[in-house]
Nanobody
Framework: QVQLVESGGGLVQAGGSLRLSCAASGRTFSSYAMAWFRQAPGKEREFVSAISWSGGYTYYADSVKGRFTISRDNAKNTVYLQINNLKPEDTAVYYC????????????????WGQGTQVTVSS
């Protein structure tokens, strides 16, 4: 069992930056590839980025390449999402998720989910 708790969201002006964190419980964190998803108001949840078990490989949705950076610290059981040059269209609830498989974008591949953290970008 893995429990995930996101933090770091907030209200920020366009052009600003945020770093989201996702803290995982349990001693099996490094056994899971991790990902971030987001859900904007009135839209379906979408894949944002994934990182491999050791952190050596990362993968991004085309819409966030160049502005988002995913990383993880297995010693701290934490995965991060650095978001730069925020845009109003980045406004969403951001979720972290854990999967046994890396670089999978479908929600059905993810076994554990956090409760989400709200990111709101004002123009």
């Amino acid at each position: 069992q893995v429990q995930l708790v996101e933090s770091g969201g907030g209200l920020v002006q366009a052009g600003g930056s945020l770093r989201l964190s996702c803290a995982a419980s349990g001693r099996t964190f490094s056994s899971y590839a991790m990902a971030w998803f987001r859900q904007a108001p009135g839209k379906e949840r979408e894949f944002v980025s994934a990182i491999s078990w050791s952190g050596g490989y990362t993968y991004y949705a085309d819409s966030v390449k160049g502005r988002f950076t995913i990383s993880r610290d297995n010693a701290k059981n934490t995965v991060y999402l650095q978001i730069n040059n925020l845009k109003p269209e980045d406004t969403a609830v951001y979720y972290c998720a854990a999967s046994r498989n890396y670089r999978v974008t479908g929600e059905r591949h993810y076994d554990y989910w956090g409760q989400g953290t709200q990111v709101t970008v004002s123009s």
